[in-house]
Structures are given as structure tokens and as C-alpha cells.
């Protein structure tokens, strides 16, 4: 059986992006191996909660809005976008799900921004730097982005013949966002950045038996033509795969303690 993804719709409002954007999601995760599952972020909490618990994995995409700011204890900056308050409480229903059950847990963009905050970590509301963070979907190669070598996401990439074999990795992502990573959340590490302005461009958890990785940059828009696309959801699917699995064994095991039929 396919392992099951949960996607919350990128955003309530702005149905434009999200008729553009969550096709990407879907098709990339299909193409891991896995079955998207569609969270409506307008659902009731208990409808979420128990849609998310069929789930092997929870994939939180980008979104146009921002990251309340008051969530992380900051004055809002003039360029921070409203919130997105379906949306917050959705990730805020699945994150919990997936910390608690140890379920694998990748975000892209907003959903890097989103994690992070929830683990109590702050956000830079607004970047002013020569790098063109917000270069938009149309530009594949907006910049450069270096890997730290010994980490897992250098080990996904590596496995995926996707990393250059150099002691100071570098790979070309493309970008859209206004917002980044500041203060690191409880558990996360810091595995990636650009190295022109050293704007923090991917994170992972640091526990060993937890999948948890996020990246600023889209790879859902490369997977058809990207390796390293490519490796992030297959390691990903990989992972939500193995977790089912596992459940399977300690149901199975349960199931087998004396009086339980």
C-alpha cells in the first residue's frame, strides 16, 4: 500500500494560487510513491485531527500569506503579509500529530517558516539583501544554496547522485519568499544556507528516529526535471513508507499479547 500524505490546501483564500500551486504538490508526491491526502484547512479541528491519523506523513507546502508575527513574539514589519488562520490551525493540528507519532514531516517555503515558528522559533519578516530571494516561479536557478556535508539532507542528495563531491557542497534552487528562518526552533538544525548572505535555506530535525526536514526553495515546481528535486520527496515518501511499517509491526505485536484477540 502506498504511504499516505497529508496535504493542507496551501491557502484559504487565494484559490488562484491554490488551483496553480497543489497540483505540483500532489504530482511530485505521486510520483515518490506516495497518495497525496487533501486536508480542507476550512474543516472543523476533529475533522482534521482525524484525517491527518490515517496519514503516514505530513507535507506542508508554501503559501502567499505570512507567519503571524505575534506568534513568535515580533511587531509586525509593513511587509508582512496578513495571516492565514485556517491555514496556521491546520499545521498546528498535523504538526502536533506528527511530533507525537514520530511521523516523517517535510516542508517547503512557508511550510519551513510555519514548522519552525511552531518548534519556538522566529521568523526575519522581511529580507534586504543583494540576493534576489524573491525571484518568483518562473526562475529554476535563482541561486546558489550550500550543503552542510554531514548532514541528512547532504545524505539524501549524495545517495541520489545529486551533490557534487566536493567538500563544500553547492546547489542551484529556485526561490520565492520575502520571509526566512532567524531564530531556530527546539530540535533543528541548520543544514543548509546561501552563501552570499547567509540566509537560512534548509533545516532538519535532530532527533534520529524522526524524519523532519524542510526547505526554503520549491522542489515540487523541478521534480520532473531536477535530481535533487527528486531525491527530497523520494526520501521523504521513503521515510513516511518506513514509518507505516513500523506501525504495522507494533499493531501486529500488540495484537499478539496474551487476552488480545
Known amino acids: 500500500m502506498k504511504p499516505r500524505i497529508a496535504i493542507p490546501i496551501p491557502n484559504s483564500t487565494d484559490s488562484k494560487y491554490?488551483?496553480?500551486?497543489?497540483?505540483?504538490?500532489?504530482?511530485?508526491?505521486?510520483?515518490?510513491?506516495?497518495?497525496?491526502?487533501i486536508i480542507d484547512v476550512s474543516a472543523a479541528s476533529n475533522v482534521i485531527a482525524q484525517k491527518v491519523k490515517t496519514c503516514d506523513g505530513v507535507l506542508l507546502p508554501g503559501s502567499p500569506a505570512d507567519v503571524d508575527p505575534e506568534k513568535f513574539g515580533a511587531a509586525r514589519h509593513p511587509e508582512t503579509a496578513d495571516p492565514d488562520v485556517p491555514r496556521d490551525n491546520a499545521d498546528e493540528l498535523l504538526l502536533q500529530d506528527t511530533f507525537s507519532m514520530r511521523k516523517p514531516i517535510f516542508g517547503i517555503c512557508y511550510g519551513m517558516q510555519s514548522l519552525n515558528v511552531w518548534r519556538t522559533g522566529t521568523?526575519?519578516?522581511?529580507?534586504?539583501?543583494?540576493?534576489?530571494?524573491?525571484?518568483?516561479?518562473?526562475?529554476v536557478d535563482a541561486h546558489p544554496v550550500a550543503i552542510e556535508p554531514e548532514s541528512k539532507l547532504a545524505a539524501i542528495l549524495r545517495f541520489a547522485g545529486a551533490l557534487p563531491a566536493d567538500p563544500s557542497p553547492k546547489i542551484t534552487v529556485n526561490s520565492t519568499h520575502h520571509q526566512a528562518v532567524q531564530e531556530l526552533g527546539d530540535g533543528m538544525r541548520l543544514v543548509a544556507w546561501c552563501p552570499a548572505d547567509d540566509v537560512k535555506e534548509a533545516v532538519e530535525g535532530t532527533a534520529d528516529d524522526h524524519f523532519v526536514l524542510c526547505v526554503q526553495w520549491h522542489p515540487e515546481r523541478t521534480y520532473d526535471t531536477d535530481p535533487a528535486s527528486r531525491a527530497l520527496f523520494q526520501a521523504f515518501v521513503r521515510a513516511a513508507a518506513e514509518w507505516h511499517k513500523k506501525l504495522a509491526l507494533r499493531q501486529k505485536d500488540f495484537e499478539s499479547l496474551p487476552g488480545k484477540r
Open 18 to 37: 491554490v488551483m496553480r500551486a497543489l497540483p505540483q504538490y500532489e504530482h511530485a508526491v505521486r510520483e515518490a510513491g506516495g497518495e497525496p491526502v
Open 123 to 139: 521568523l526575519e519578516q522581511h529580507l534586504s539583501s543583494s540576493v534576489n530571494h524573491d525571484a518568483a516561479r518562473t526562475v
